[in-house]
């Protein structure tokens, strides 16, 4: 599972789709429609959805034999696609418009596939996966070809992928049941500085944004807390941002109104927050609604401003207004076991 945060990734136009985490992942991107979710679930399917109006878009998308744990989308030259990371161990690509499968599932983790990420790299469409066999995997997301060797270093499974764009050029961020965020060139997957520490606990879920002093990371925890960073030198921004009474599984990163940049995260607790990015202290009141663990989150902005997407054990996927906190529309049902990512 994503944190994600999952895993969310930052688009080329500044959009943000993130990959998150019983529905156990979620991902949101700008289709010829207007905005579209799609989310993964225990159920094994993927499945796609009209983020303003939430009515389902396609048949549901099926392959994976086990549960959908990662979700990461990106425009191909043939427009909107999709990737689906699973506990079978394989990563596969989808027309997002269509919900076809494109060409054989990538394989080579040795292990479930828990985190992915996408990105516009020198060549092209780009993706990452990670895997509980402690790596992470970069490919080409248009032909599904593996791009250079294995990248390692976590200790311990890795759970979380985001990407930017630095000032050397894109980057990808990872955190794991090691308690470590790492950074990483995602051209040459080199590891970029030390080890990112303070979390007492594991990281489950990660988010970039750009900021007025550059890129930021935010991370959160099984300890309860989000954290942030400069992505570029590592730095710890503020004090941790607590609030959550359970495990933090979620992150999405968005721009407000007001050009703020602006963090949701969730927790097993089954609450979703918002923060001020820049200063870390909350905004508003936790947005609630779920009855159970919320495993995964997703931004995007729609014709009324940045909106937010939640996915929770309860089977339900559930819409708000990220500037007010309250929700849009009724939940999102379909999926037959919780929704993971």
């Known amino acids: 599972m994503v944190d994600t945060f999952q895993q969310p990734t930052i688009g080329a136009e500044g959009r943000v789709v993130a990959a998150l985490g019983s529905v156990l992942a979620l991902t ?5 429609d207007g905005p579209m979710l799609a989310s993964g679930g225990e159920d094994g399917t993927v499945r796609c959805w009209n983020a303003t109006t939430g009515a ?25 696609m999709l990737a689906s990371g699973g506990d079978d161990g394989t990563v596969r690509r989808w027309n997002a418009t269509t919900g076809a499968p494109v060409s054989d599932p990538m394989t080579g983790h040795t292990g479930p596939v828990t985190a992915l990420a996408a990105w516009s790299g020198p060549d092209g469409p780009m993706l990452a996966s990670a895997s509980n066999d402690k790596t992470i995997r970069r490919w080409n997301a248009t032909t599904g070809a593996p791009v250079g060797d294995s990248m390692t270093g976590h200790t311990d499974w890795v759970r979380a992928l985001t990407a930017w764009v630095g000032p050397d050029g894109p980057m990808l961020a990872s955190g794991g049941d090691d308690g470590t965020v790492r950074r990483w060139n995602a051209t040459t997957g080199a ?23 550059g890129p930021m990371l935010a991370s959160g925890s099984n300890d309860r807390t989000v954290r942030c960073w400069n992505a570029t030198t590592g730095a710890r921004v503020g004090d941790p941002m607590t609030g959550h009474t359970d495990w933090v599984w979620a992150l999405a990163a968005w721009v407000g109104p007001d050009r703020r940049p602006m963090l949701a995260s969730a927790s097993r607790g089954g609450t979703i927050r918002r923060w001020n990015a820049a200063t870390g202290a909350p905004v508003g009141d936790p947005m609630t609604g779920h009855t159970d663990w919320v495993r995964a989150l997703a931004a995007w902005s729609g014709p009324g401003g940045p909106m937010l997407a939640s996915a929770c054990d309860d089977k339900t996927i559930r819409r708000w207004n990220v500037t007010t906190g309250a929700p849009v529309g009724d939940p999102m049902t379909g999926h037959t076991r919780p929704v993971t990512a």
């Open 28 to 32: 949101a991107w700008s289709g010829p």
């Open 56 to 80: 389902p878009v396609s048949d549901p998308m099926t392959g994976h034999t086990g549960p959908v744990t990662a979700l990461a989308a990106w425009v191909g030259p043939d427009g909107p």
């Open 191 to 213: 590891r970029v500085g030390r080890p990112i520490t303070g979390h007492t606990d594991w990281v489950w879920a990660l988010a970039a944004w750009v900021g007025p002093d």
